[in-house]
């Protein structure tokens, strides 16, 4: 059987953060996109076939929360990690609400965010083959 690539998408509003993050999976052998803001995620997200996107929920004109309920209405079968660095647990507990996979604090461990990309990307694929 072939190995199945996952495709990831990074919104976060702190750049470094976004442009380290995508190398890191790159060099990891997922196909990874990086977007500053929410708006601009979603556009990617318009023009790419996206598995699993890790999202900050704290980002300006558009928080994570809003962009994760544009991601389940439009695209349901994409699965979204939440990050947040400021520990906002009620938050997180909404995100879940909302569909998301799961969330982590940030900093978050690079090995434990891999983990629960090829989580997420595998619930993402049995999701879709169920209908």
Do not use: N
Not at 48 to 77: A, C, N, Y
């Amino acid at each position: 059987m072939d190995k199945i690539e996952c495709r990831v998408l990074v919104i976060d509003d702190e750049q470094d953060f976004v442009e380290t993050l995508v190398r890191r999976l790159e060099r990891r052998g997922f196909k990874a996109y990086g977007a500053l803001r929410g708006r601009e995620g979603l556009d990617l997200l318009e023009r790419h076939e996206i598995d699993v996107v890790v999202l900050d929920i704290r980002m300006p004109e558009m928080d994570g929360l809003e962009v994760l309920e544009t991601i389940k209405r439009r695209w349901p079968f994409v699965e979204v990690i939440l990050l947040t660095g400021h520990g906002s647990l009620e938050s997180s507990l909404k995100g879940l609400e909302l569909g998301a996979y799961d969330y982590m604090l940030k900093p978050a461990d690079l090995a434990d965010l891999i983990r629960k990309i090829k989580e997420a990307h595998e619930r993402k694929l049995l999701r879709r083959e169920q209908g």
